[in-house]
C-alpha cells in the first residue's frame, strides 16, 4: 500500500514569513500533485510535477519533486493572509491517476 | 462551463439507515471518482467509474458501492451507516480515464453526518 505522510500537519505563521511543507513516501509515484482545499469546497489543483528533481514555480509558491520521486516539498515565500487553507499533496502510482493517493494534509494559517 | 455539482450538501441519517449522495461530472468528462474526507484524515479512495462500469474501488466494505449512469452522472451509496461513516464525501471528475497525470476537478463534496 502506497502511503504519503505529510508535515506538519498543522502551521500557524505571521504574515510576511517564509515555509515549508513537507510530503514523503517510501514508495515511487509517478508524478505528485499539490492541492489546497478551502473550507466547504472541494480540493483544487494547485500543480503537477512529474519529472525527478523537478521545480516549479506558481507566484510565492514553489513545487520540489525528489530526486527519487518518492518525496516533494512546498515552499511559500512571504506568506500572506490568503494563502490560508488545508494543502494536499497526491501521488499518482504507476497505474496511472485514477487512484490518487493523498496524504493527510498540511492545515496551514497565515496571522495578518 | 458548470463545475463537478453534488447533492445533496448536507445530509443527517441516524445507525443502521442507508445514504444515498449523488455526482454531476463538467460536461464531457466519462470518468467519476468517489472519496472519503473524514476529520483530521486525507482523502480516502472510494470507487471510480468510467463509461458506466466499476473500474477500482479502495479498501472500504462492500456496504460502499455505487453507480454511474448513461449520462456519466454518478451515486454513491452507503448501507447499514455506522458512526464512523460520518465524514465529507468528495466527487471527482476526468476526461480521460487512465491516462497519466490527467487532472480530476472535485466538487464541494456532501457532509453525512451519522447520529
Known amino acids: 500500500t502506497q502511503l504519503l505522510e505529510q508535515s506538519p500537519q498543522f502551521l500557524s505563521i505571521q504574515e510576511g514569513e517564509n515555509l515549508t511543507v513537507y510530503c514523503n513516501s517510501s514508495s515511487v509515484f509517478s508524478s505528485l500533485q499539490w492541492y489546497r482545499q478551502e473550507p466547504g469546497e472541494g480540493p483544487v489543483l494547485l500543480v503537477t510535477v512529474v519529472t525527478g528533481g523537478e521545480v516549479k514555480k506558481l507566484k510565492r509558491l514553489t513545487f520540489q519533486f525528489g530526486d527519487a520521486r518518492k518525496d516533494s516539498s512546498l515552499h511559500i515565500t512571504a506568506a500572506q493572509p490568503g494563502d490560508t487553507g488545508l494543502y494536499l499533496c497526491a501521488g499518482i502510482g504507476i497505474q496511472g491517476a485514477q487512484k490518487l493517493v493523498f496524504g493527510q494534509g498540511t492545515r496551514l494559517t497565515i496571522n495578518p | 462551463e458548470a463545475g463537478v455539482t453534488q447533492s445533496p450538501t448536507h445530509l443527517i441519517k441516524t445507525r443502521g439507515q442507508q445514504a444515498t449522495l449523488r455526482c454531476s461530472p463538467i460536461?464531457?468528462?466519462?470518468?467519476v471518482y468517489w472519496y472519503q474526507q473524514a476529520l483530521g484524515l486525507g482523502l480516502q479512495f472510494l470507487l471510480w467509474y468510467d463509461e458506466g462500469e466499476e473500474r477500482n474501488r479502495g479498501n472500504f466494505p462492500p456496504r460502499f458501492s455505487g453507480r454511474q449512469f448513461p449520462n456519466y452522472s454518478s451515486e454513491l451509496n452507503v448501507n447499514a451507516l455506522e458512526l464512523e461513516d460520518s465524514a465529507l464525501y468528495l466527487c471527482?471528475?476526468?476526461?480521460?480515464?487512465?491516462?497519466?497525470?490527467?487532472?480530476?476537478?472535485f466538487g464541494p463534496g456532501t457532509r453525512l453526518t451519522v447520529l
Open positions: 471527482a471528475s476526468s476526461s480521460r480515464a487512465g491516462v497519466g497525470t490527467d487532472t480530476q476537478y
Open positions: 460536461s464531457g468528462h466519462t470518468s
